[in-house]
Structure formats: C-alpha cells, structure tokens
C-alpha cells in the first residue's frame, strides 16, 4: 500500500491548494499499464470519498489534456531562445553556489530532456541556492515559487484555452510525483493556478515574478515535505 495526493483548487482558502491524500493498492514497475493501474487505483479512493472526477497530469495520463499539460510538453517563452520545454527551463535555471545557470541545457531536444535532469552539474554542485531565469532571480523559499511561476506562465500566455476543461475538474494527479522524493508537481500548480484565477488576483500575479511572489506572499501557500500527519512514518512494506 501507498498514498498519494490529490490536488484541490481552493481559491478562498487562505492555502489555495488543498493536498488531499489517499491510500490505495501500489503497482510496482516502469511498464505503462502499472502506471495507468496506480492512477486508476487512486482515483477509485479519491471517488469513494466523493471527489471526482480527477485528471491526472502526466505523460502517464488517458486524457489528451491531462498529457499535453505535462512539463515535458508545456514551453515557456525566452528572449533569447525562444519557447522551450518547461523542464528545460526550470532544470537550466538552477542554481549552486557560484554555478550555474546551466542555459545550455534549454537547448536540448524533446527526447534528451530526461537527460538533462541528470546532467553531472546539476548532480555535483553541491546544495541547491535558487534559480536565474530571464534576468531574475528566484529564491529556494517557498520551495515551489518558481516552478509554480513557469507551469502558471505557460498556461496562461498559449494554453489558456485548457482553463474552462480544467475548471469542470474536482481535483488532479500526478501518479509519477513522490512528495517523499520531490517537491514540485504539475498537478499542484494546475489547483493553484486555478485558485488565483477564480480569486480574480491571475493578471496581477502574472506582471512579473516579483508580482507572483507578493501575491503567494499574502497566502498561507507553502508546500513542503511531509507536511499531511498520514505521512509521519514509511511503512517497511511501501513498495514505492
């Protein structure tokens, strides 16, 4: 057995997201059909407490929109390179110290970008101290501020089109995020951007980053590791 989240919009939560989580029957592998198997399987718990329909967002997912809203298919705009893949752009972002950014990697083709998040340098630098994109600077606190600031960005300049599907959603997944080996996942940042435009607070957010960090700022909008109480111990028998 495992848990996952699923991802609410909470536009008049002073959190903006809720993260709900469930327990279900893990099926451990890297075939597609275990995949598709864990997001039925969490689903199914999600809905036998009333919350559904959900859509997964991942590369995993049945759902064309839940799939195109992946950031291994969602582009950010650059100056200086034009639209690249968002997890291009947050993995070349990346800061260490006195290394990096590491741009070179906004460069890479759709097929190396699994690559790129194992490039050595991002590995070997030592501990991460934030993030340089387009001239500014984002800290590493809150955690998600810039990868939330990059999937909001990319939705709202060329796929604000998804936003009336995405509305008619109870909540979203992610079945390849582990809130116990990473913190940013798309299927949260979908909730958030949801709750700031149902808040009427999107345009401003979006003025720049330093806008969307004084809007998350007036929130209580803070995700972090471990923070559900279900979390407290891993279970020798969790098989993922």
């Known amino acids: 057995m495992t848990k996952r989240p699923v991802f ?6 002073s959190e903006l997201v809720e993260e ?6 893990w099926h ?23 919350l559904t329909p959900l859509l997964e967002i991942s590369t995993r997912s049945e759902n064309k929109l839940g799939r195109h809203m992946s950031a291994f298919h969602m582009t950010v705009p650059t100056k200086e390179h034009g639209r690249i893949k968002l997890e291009l752009a ?9 290394r990096g950014p590491f741009t070179d990697l906004y460069k890479k083709g759709d097929k190396e970008i ?9 590995q070997e630098s030592g501990e991460l101290t934030g993030f340089r994109f387009e001239g500014f600077n984002f800290p590493n606190e809150p955690k998600t501020v810039f990868y939330d600031w990059l ?11 998804w936003v009336p599907e995405l509305d008619s959603y109870a909540g979203f997944t992610d079945i390849e995020f582990n809130p116990r080996r990473s913190i940013n996942c798309q299927a949260r940042s979908a909730a958030l951007f949801l709750s700031l435009k149902k808040r009427g607070v999107l345009d401003a957010a979006m003025n720049s980053p330093t806008s969307f ?28």
Do not use: M, W
């Open 151 to 161: 999937y909001c960005r990319s939705i709202l300049e060329k796929y604000s089109d």
């Open 213 to 240: 960090r004084k809007v998350l700022s007036k929130s209580e909008y803070r995700p972090g590791l471990f923070r559900d109480h279900r979390f407290k111990q891993r279970s020798l028998f969790e098989s993922n």
């Open 90 to 98: 947050f993995q070349g972002s990346k800061v260490f110290g006195d």
């Open 8 to 13: 609410l919009s909470k536009p008049y939560s």
């Open 28 to 50: 451990p592998g890297f075939a597609a059909v275990q995949k598709e198997k864990n997001i039925k399987a969490l689903h199914a718990a999600a809905a036998r407490t009333g």
């Open 114 to 122: 699994g690559q790129a998040k194992r490039d050595p340098r991002l």
């Open 20 to 25: 709900r989580f469930f327990e279900f029957q």
